[in-house]
């Protein structure tokens, strides 16, 4: 399954024009607060009708203004999850479950016990909504909506009304979404954490247009689309397995580029995992450092470098087979004669790496 954007539409104030792909996967939309996202989601769910344009899932047309054909939001498969679980208070979990299931009707679709198990919810099936936690509450709104066998899945930043420690359960079963279902999902954030754990693709928006889009991987790691994604949130990510449990609390993993160090993941050993750098937890340089209480050093080639404006720039490295950004002064860059193809060393703090940045690949 695949969805297909392309509308315009004009309010009193604002105006949408955008296009996008949205392969299977995870396509994040991205962007700060009033670019435009939660607008998209809702004209592919059919909340709104552009005034021009076509969106296409997959053969199934769900609007076209030229042949004037707008398929109503009961007739569209979709499954819609907000930033509240929006449950019915009055029936219990599985009971939420099941109304989902009611929306399949007779389409085959993912059995209830996969879909228990998979969102870790057994335990809760007889409670109510009033006695769940919010993580809780999303966890059973994500189960509903695909209980009812839907062929795209929208979430409207589905996190934002949690703290982070609820944030840091809900992930794993959002990757666990990604990994085990075919079903393309478009997920509207403003949170360049979730975006990185979870986007295979991403769509950046500013003030109703799409300023870049593709693979995730490549958006984040590309200096260019620094501006956009926010300087301080820049970063990228390095991928692994691990290797083993130190006796210190220390995890090791295997990179391409090298062993790294982290603070304990609870992963069994084999299992392969991504981690986000942040540009501005990287130091570089030249030569290998020697006296640090770094843990981390990566031989790493300089591939790109973009000046800013004011005194920062922004490097792009390759460390084994992962991109890298680092964060560092104008002065810094002119002083290591940092160009594409210097050869230098990313030195990366052992404790700057939370354990929200630390996510599975599978």
């Known amino acids: 399954m695949s969805l297909s954007v392309r509308f315009t539409h004009r309010f009193h104030d604002f105006s949408l024009d ?142 934002a009304a949690l703290d982070e420690d609820r944030k840091g359960e809900i992930l794993p079963y959002l990757e666990r979404l990604r990994e085990e279902t075919e079903i393309p999902i478009l997920y509207v954030s403003h949170s360049m954490a979730e975006v990185a754990r979870l986007a295979t693709t991403l769509v950046l928006m500013e003030k109703g247009r799409v300023v870049r889009a593709g693979p995730a991987a490549d958006m984040l790691s590309d200096p260019e689309n620094v501006p956009a994604l926010g300087v301080r949130s820049a970063g990228a990510s390095l991928h692994g397995i691990v290797a083993a449990q130190e006796e210190d609390g220390l995890t090791r993993l295997e990179a391409s580029a090298g062993p790294l160090y982290l603070p304990r993941v609870d ?51 390759r460390a084994g087979d992962d991109l890298l950004l680092a964060r560092i ?9 940092l160009e594409p193809g210097a050869e230098c060393f990313a030195i990366l703090k052992t404790v700057a790496v939370a354990q929200s940045a630390v996510g599975g690949l599978g």
């Open 18 to 159: 955008v296009a996008f792909e949205a392969p299977s996967g995870v396509t994040a939309l991205f962007g700060r607060s009033g670019s435009g996202k939660t607008t998209v989601v809702n004209a592919v769910a059919g909340l709104l009708k552009p005034a021009a344009g076509r969106v296409q899932l997959d053969e199934t047309l769900l609007f076209e203004s030229e042949r004037r054909l707008f398929v109503p939001v009961h007739q569209r498969r979709l499954g819609y999850v907000f930033q509240e679980g929006r449950l019915f208070p009055h029936l219990n979990v599985r009971q939420n479950l099941l109304y989902g299931r009611w929306f399949a009707r007779n389409r085959s679709g993912v059995a209830l016990d996969h879909v228990v198990e998979m969102l870790g919810i057994g335990d809760l099936l007889a409670r109510q909504p009033g006695r769940l936690s919010g993580g809780e509450k999303q966890r059973v709104a994500i189960g509903r909506a695909l209980l009812a066998n839907p062929q795209l899945l929208l979430m409207d930043e589905p996190l």
């Open 267 to 317: 992963a069994p050993l084999g299992t392969r995992i991504s981690i986000r750098i942040l540009a501005h937890d990287v130091i570089l340089s030249r030569s290998r450092p020697e006296g640090l209480s770094a843990l981390n050093v990566l031989p790493a080639t300089v591939t790109a470098v973009r000046l800013g404006d004011g005194p920062g720039a922004i490097i792009q490295l």
């Open 329 to 337: 002064t104008r002065r810094s860059a002119h002083a290591l004669a």
